[in-house]
């Protein structure tokens, strides 16, 4: 993983996924989403963009 502003970036998915990292979208509005990092890297690597 690299550092941008002094946080975990990570370079692909599949390493978030590996490392059992959760996902933390902020939006503007201060929203905060949760993503389980195998359901994404299924949804866009195995399945692509079909659905």
Do not use: N
């Not at 692909?12 to 902020?26: D, N, P, Q, S, Y």
């Not at 939006?27 to 993503?35: A, K, T």
């Amino acid at each position: 993983m690299t550092y941008r502003d002094r946080l975990k970036v990570a370079p692909c998915l599949f390493e978030v996924a590996a490392k059992h990292r959760t996902i933390k979208f902020v939006v503007r509005c201060q929203h905060i989403f949760l993503f389980e990092p195998h359901g994404l890297w299924w949804r866009f690597e195995r399945l692509g963009s079909r659905k």
